[in-house]
């Protein structure tokens, strides 16, 4: 399994004894048979509960000084996917979104009727505008944007199975009501058994107008079979180039792992039965 922290997230003194308890878990799950998407939505929502990062109890408020939060989540083999948008007082938003995958119909839902239903079935304080963030000011930098903090996990299970699963705060000075790639089927978050996983961080506007990971992993599997992480950047690259925006990115295409990214850093990690590890530059990678 890989997981990230968002574009510009850094491996800080603050940061890093998070993750000295969070891989050894996550590894014994895994040994354990963990299912893709059971182990996704684990990941990602130890990430959410640490207030670390701009997701769950980190996430930052729109401009109207709420936080809504973003996430969504899919499973592989069912391709059964759903993404949740714009809800206040849930910071456990990969759990709502579990709650709900393969509930509905539908593969987004938004606001005060998502905050409803979940309401209805054990998250009391959905809907409310008491968010519990620590400090919003500290996810932002001089441009207005969130300095790091989307978190996202992808995972390839015992049994060959993918799950890929996003979730965020958005981007700093964000409209209320604005919605990024981040719970956007294909846009932050997709998996395929046939094709791959992945999930995406940085500026969702320009994530979404070039098509999103699923383009990503659909030019990765046409561009032959080189290397995963240097045709992952080379798309992100593209993308910086036409929108002016960084975005980063971990996934699993046709089997192979990567990480890519084209901001300065952005903490990322492997967890395998084998061997685990996070960093935060790509010169720590071990692939
Ligand atoms: N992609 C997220 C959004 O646009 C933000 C981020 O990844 O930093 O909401």
Redesign the pocket.
């Known amino acids: 399994m890989l997981f990230h922290c968002?574009?510009d997230s850094e491996l800080t003194p603050e940061v890093r004894p998070f993750f000295d308890g969070l891989l050894p878990e996550l590894a014994l799950r895994l040994r354990g048979g963990g299912k893709a998407l059971d182990m996704a939505i684990l990941c990602v929502n130890r990430l959410e509960e640490s207030g670390l990062f701009?997701a769950g109890r980190g996430a930052i408020p729109q401009s109207d000084g709420v936080v809504r939060r973003?996430a969504g989540a899919m499973d592989g083999a069912s391709m059964k996917a759903l993404g949740i948008s714009q809800v206040r007082g849930v910071p456990a938003m990969s759990r709502l979104v579990a709650a709900l995958h393969g509930m509905s119909p539908h593969v987004h839902l938004a606001g005060v009727l998502a905050e409803e239903w979940a309401r209805r079935n054990g998250w009391p304080e959905a809907g409310s505008q008491k968010a519990g963030y620590p400090d919003p000011l500290t996810f932002w930098n001089e441009s207005g944007q969130?300095g790091?903090?989307?978190v996202g996990c992808v995972v390839r299970d015992s049994e060959g199975h993918l799950a890929a699963v996003t979730s965020?705060g958005?981007?700093g000075r964000?409209w209320p009501g604005r919605?990024?790639?981040?719970p956007i089927v294909g846009g932050?978050f997709y998996a395929d058994d046939t094709l791959g996983a992945i999930s995406?961080?940085?500026?969702?506007?320009a994530?979404l107008t070039s098509g999103g990971g699923v383009a990503l992993l659909v030019a990765m599997a046409s561009s032959g079979g080189g290397p995963a992480p240097q045709s992952a950047r080379e798309w992100l690259e593209r993308v910086e180039r036409r929108f002016g925006a960084t975005a980063g990115c971990v996934g699993i295409s046709l089997g192979r792992p990567f990480f890519a990214h084209t901001s300065a850093a952005m903490v990322r990690g492997y967890v395998g039965t084998d061997r685990a590890f996070v960093g935060d530059r790509a010169d720590q990678d071990p692939f």
């Open positions: 968002g574009t701009n973003d969130s790091s903090g989307t965020t958005g981007i964000m919605i990024g790639d981040s932050g995406m961080t940085g500026v969702g506007e994530i």
